[in-house]
C-alpha cells in the first residue's frame, strides 16, 4: 500500500500515514495476510477508539485520533458589522 491508498482510505497526510505505513509492515512481518490489509486499515479508520489495545494496532489508531480535522470544503459564513468599510480591512 502506498500514500495514494491511505488517502483513498480516509487516512490523513503526517504522522497518521508515517503510522499507517509502520503498521502495513509489522503486519505483514508477523504474518499478517497482504489480501487484508485494504480492510484492516479501512476498520482502523472507521473505529481508531476500537484498537487502542492492539499492540499491533495502537500507534496508528492514536495518531488517526490526534490528527487534526480535515481542511473546510468552503470558507466558514460569518457576519460582518458596518458600512462602507476598506476592502482590505475586512479581508
Known amino acids: 500500500m502506498n500514500t495514494k491508498d ?3 482510505l480516509g487516512v490523513p497526510l503526517g504522522e497518521a500515514t ?3 505505513t509502520d503498521f502495513v509492515a509489522k503486519f505483514i512481518l508477523s504474518g499478517g495476510d497482504k ?6 486499515v479501512k ?10 489495545v ?3 494496532r495502537k500507534e496508528f489508531a492514536k495518531a488517526l485520533l490526534n490528527a487534526p480535522p480535515p481542511p473546510r470544503a ?3 459564513k460569518y457576519h460582518q458589522w ?4 476598506d476592502h482590505e480591512a475586512v479581508m
Open 6 to 8: 491511505f488517502l483513498r
Open 18 to 20: 508515517r503510522r499507517a
Open 35 to 40: 489480501s487484508r490489509l485494504h480492510e484492516e
Open 43 to 52: 476498520a482502523i479508520v472507521a473505529n481508531p477508539s476500537a484498537f487502542l
Open 54 to 56: 492492539d499492540d499491533l
Open 74 to 76: 468552503e470558507p466558514v
Open 82 to 85: 458596518g458600512e462602507g468599510l
